[in-house]
């Protein structure tokens, strides 16, 4: 049962990731991109990440996309749909990144080792529940890379307030 | 026996909500209309009972328009987004005891995740009407829905760091183990952003400002008519419900009384989800609608400093009283 999810998830992430960046028309690719996070969250659902589910799907969909569809709203979709490929003889190029993003992978199955890692196994996790554990985890393994993010988003809000800021004074003097 | 069982479940749980839904929008007219020293709907059936009968039977046998301009598919899938996102959420509702369809621990962000979902129906429907009133309704529903969801999910903090937990039956439990019973006593911070930010999450009045009439016609739903209209609304008065149950299992103390009735152990529950909705157009029929920039100025300059602020007493007072 689970692997038939996962190779359902699978295959509807692949075919929709497709999908997204082949729609014509931008609102329709932010749309599948929609359903594709949905299946994303599947695959976190089977990994027991109950937590990550939700935070995905109220992340990604709930606010970024929802970004993006605003943005959207602004450009001139019907030029969208007409415009061509950006770059020409993409073929070629999409070839030799293929390439080289395959090698990559390669070497990193290398160091993939099955099972759960760290004091972490399935049971435990069911027992105290994901969210728990992904806290703890979280303020005290991993406080000082948390941090670090957290400073990395207060520069990038200082730096938002600051840009919206300055606009604001130009239009009144 | 276990799938047939859930089946089973949700027949019910569909059923007797559509029910619901329907007699909703009666008692909306009646309240309205007697806060206003009518009558309200009196026609079909006594005192009009019916209604909402005639109404339905109306709204499927109406022609459905399609405006030749529309962007087909998204037309099409927009109501249903909005439909399935709020009917999705009653699934982890904890009715009484022991009852809900789907009991998972992350029950609150999941009813998070489903209500933000509910904005791509207004945001999508908006745009591909391909129609300037409709548009402006639809960034409307987008920027109101993100900025009151912030407000929403931060008030609920404290009811989380209360429980210590995210299963809204746990959040139950933990509260018939309080000194006060419920929540609404230590968390009436939170349960003041919570009232505000719900009624902007289900676009209700005073913040129904993607479908305000006198400025944007009908806003999003302007292009839509029979069927797909009435999908809409639907999915406006399960919106309702929904935040109401939240309400109620994370402030009100869920399916607990102050007796046990016998026989309907669900009885507290409908009881406190219609205060709510009771609440809902007792305000429709008493405030204007806020302006645009003052429904924004809320939410941001009061409503989450004050969640914000609620989190912080929370915490102190946890690590105070142990």
Not at chain 1, 32 to 58: C, P
Not at chain 1, 140 to 155: H, K, S
Not at chain 2, 179 to 203: H, R
Not at chain 2, 207 to 218: G, M, S, T, Y
Request: one cysteine or more.
């Amino acid at each position: 049962m689970v692997y038939l999810l996962f190779f359902y998830f699978s295959i509807v992430v692949i075919g929709l990731a497709y999908k997204v960046i082949s729609a014509k028309n931008p609102v329709h690719g932010v749309l599948t991109m929609l359903a594709l996070f949905f299946h994303m969250a599947g695959f976190y659902l089977l990994l027991n990440a109950e937590f990550l589910a939700a935070v995905q799907v109220i992340v990604y969909c709930g606010a970024i996309l929802v970004l993006y569809l605003f943005v959207l709203f602004l450009v001139d979709i019907k030029s969208e749909v007409k415009t061509g490929p950006f770059i020409k003889n993409g073929a070629k190029l999409a070839i030799l990144s293929s390439i080289l993003l395959l090698l990559t992978f390669l070497r990193g199955v290398k160091n993939f080792s099955l099972g759960p890692h760290g004091h972490f196994t399935i049971e435990r996790v069911q027992e105290i529940t994901h969210t728990k554990a992904i806290g703890q985890e979280v303020f005290t393994t991993y406080i000082l890379p948390f941090e670090i993010a957290g400073l990395i988003l207060l520069v990038a809000v200082i730096g938002g307030l600051a840009l919206a800021k300055r606009e604001a004074e130009g239009k009144e003097g | 026996m276990e799938i047939l069982w859930i089946i089973l479940k949700i027949v019910i749980v569909f059923a007797v909500l559509m029910v619901h839904v329907m007699y909703a929008t009666y008692f909306e007219r009646k309240v309205i209309g007697h806060m206003q020293v009518r009558m309200g709907p009196m026609r079909v059936g006594p005192h009009g009972i019916l209604q909402p009968i005639a109404d339905g039977l109306k709204l499927f046998f109406k022609e459905d328009v399609v405006p030749e301009q529309v962007d087909k598919r998204v037309f099409y899938i927009a109501p249903l987004i909005c439909l399935i996102s709020a009917l999705s959420a009653v699934a982890v509702v904890p009715f009484f005891k022991g009852f809900a369809i789907a009991n998972i621990n992350i029950g609150l962000l999941y009813i998070f995740a489903m209500s933000s979902l509910a904005a791509y129906g207004v945001v999508l429907a908006g745009w591909s009407s391909n129609s300037k009133y409709p548009f402006l309704g639809g960034l409307r529903a987008s920027a109101q829905v993100i900025s009151y969801e912030i407000a929403m999910g931060l008030s609920l903090v404290g009811v989380m760091m209360m429980a210590g937990s995210l299963n809204l039956t746990d959040i139950v439990m933990a509260q018939s183990r309080s000194p006060f019973k419920i929540y609404l006593i230590p968390q009436f911070i939170g349960f003041f952003v919570f009232l505000i930010a719900m009624f902007a999450e289900t676009n209700r009045t005073p913040f129904d400002l993607p479908e305000a009439e006198p400025e944007l016609v009908a806003g999003y739903c302007t292009e839509y008519s029979g069927m797909r209209f009435a999908l809409f609304f639907m999915a406006e008065y399960i919106g309702m419900i929904v935040m109401s149950c939240v309400g109620v299992v994370c402030f009100l103390g869920g399916w607990n009384g102050p007796f046990d009735v016998p026989g309907i152990p669900f009885f507290w529950f409908i009881l406190k989800v219609y205060l709510f909705i009771f609440l809902y157009y007792w305000v429709r029929a008493t405030l204007p609608r806020y302006r645009y920039d003052q429904l924004m100025a809320l939410g941001w300059k009061v409503l989450i400093p004050l969640a914000l602020f609620n989190i912080l007493l929370t915490g102190t007072m946890k690590s105070i009283l142990g």
